[in-house]
């Protein structure tokens, strides 16, 4: 028998503490590309960006997760060539 759970709501710290890593330096390419959206977060001291975090709504949260993945993925697609 299958069971369905509910779908768990988004989780803004979950978010948060992912986006934190990110605003560290790229995952694919390292370092702080000037094309990321994060670029001039990177530039910020370590205490005004975990500020910058902290201070995001779900939805601007979630903004930024989308645009990383769709960049994760193009860069992966870009690689593999």
């Given at each position: ?49 975990f ?27 870009q690689?593999?060539?």
């Amino acid at each position: 028998m299958l069971i369905c759970r509910p779908r768990k709501k988004p989780d803004v710290y979950e978010f948060r503490q992912s986006i934190l890593n990110l605003v560290l330096s790229c995952p694919v390419e390292g370092g702080n590309p000037p094309d990321c959206q994060l670029c001039e977060y990177r530039n910020l001291d370590l205490r005004t960006r975990f500020e910058w975090v902290q201070g995001l709504t779900l939805d601007e949260a979630q903004g930024i997760w989308a645009t990383h993945e769709k960049c994760l993925m193009l860069k992966k697609c870009q690689k593999s060539r």
